[in-house]
């Protein structure tokens, strides 16, 4: 069974700091995404990666996959209170299955 | 563009009894997923289905069970409810590669069992 392991578990900055969080695997990804969940709600999509070394920008959200398609990264710059939630990395299970597996979260708080 | 509709969005049971949990998504979407995600947690994954009548287990299907008679629909059956599955489920769908392109969400139901 294929894992995903983020890191940090928890996370509490101040307003205009900057971080980065993790997603790896000890498997190959076939692609990966990441995703934020608001309280009481379900995740929504931020980003699909492909291709290793990818970088793709969103506002001040940055995503990386690595160069053996193994982990990714997502940095936020200048974090804002509207970037508080859990965030989660996913990706399909190998073996050819379809089963779409999600990562263990970390849970971003951004003081004000 | 309704998406993913969950219902219903909280429900309390009394151990022992069985309930539907019921998923819809207007998108023609092939792939549908039922998640559960407790307290502090990540989403594991229950069931999926790769189109209708084509279902399969993912990692914590014991105790649940799913038939994909249509496209649109996926329902999660808790046989007899147990306490263990106080949880959040949520129902996604997507259209493309099994979810390599990534799932679209419901809104999700809160269920506890007493």
């Known amino acids: 069974t294929q894992l995903l392991e983020q890191s940090p578990q928890f996370l509490s900055i101040q307003e205009g700091e900057n971080l980065t969080v993790y997603c790896n695997s000890s498997s190959v990804f076939s692609s990966l995404q990441w995703y934020r969940q608001e309280p009481g709600e379900g995740p929504v999509l931020l980003v699909t990666?492909?291709?290793?070394?990818e970088v793709k920008k969103l506002k001040r959200l940055t995503f990386q996959f690595g160069d053996a398609r193994k982990d990714s990264s997502l940095h936020i710059t200048a974090a804002q209170p509207g970037d508080t939630g859990l965030y989660l990395c996913?990706?399909?299970?190998?073996?050819?299955?379809?089963?779409?597996?999600f990562g263990t979260g970390t849970r971003l708080k951004v003081l004000a | 563009n309704a998406g993913v509709t969950q219902t219903p969005k909280f429900q309390v049971l009394k151990t022992g009894q069985s309930m539907t949990l019921q998923c819809a998504q207007d998108?023609?979407?092939?792939?549908m997923s039922w998640y559960r995600q407790d307290p502090g947690m990540g989403l594991r994954l229950i069931h999926y289905?790769?189109?209708?009548?084509?279902?399969d287990q993912g990692e914590v299907p014991n105790g649940y069970n799913v038939s994909r008679s249509t496209t649109e629909d996926f329902p999660l059956r808790l046989l007899s409810a147990a306490p263990s599955q106080t949880s959040v489920y949520f129902c996604?769908?997507?259209?493309?590669?099994?979810?390599?392109?990534?799932?679209?969400f419901g809104s999700g139901t809160r269920l506890t069992v007493v």
């Open positions: 289905s790769v189109g209708a009548g084509i279902t």
């Open positions: 998108m023609n979407h092939e792939y």
């Open positions: 996604a769908s997507s259209y493309g590669g099994g979810g390599a392109k990534g799932y679209t």
């Open positions: 990666v492909v291709t290793g070394g």
């Open positions: 996913a990706s399909l299970g190998t073996s050819g299955t379809y089963k779409y597996i």
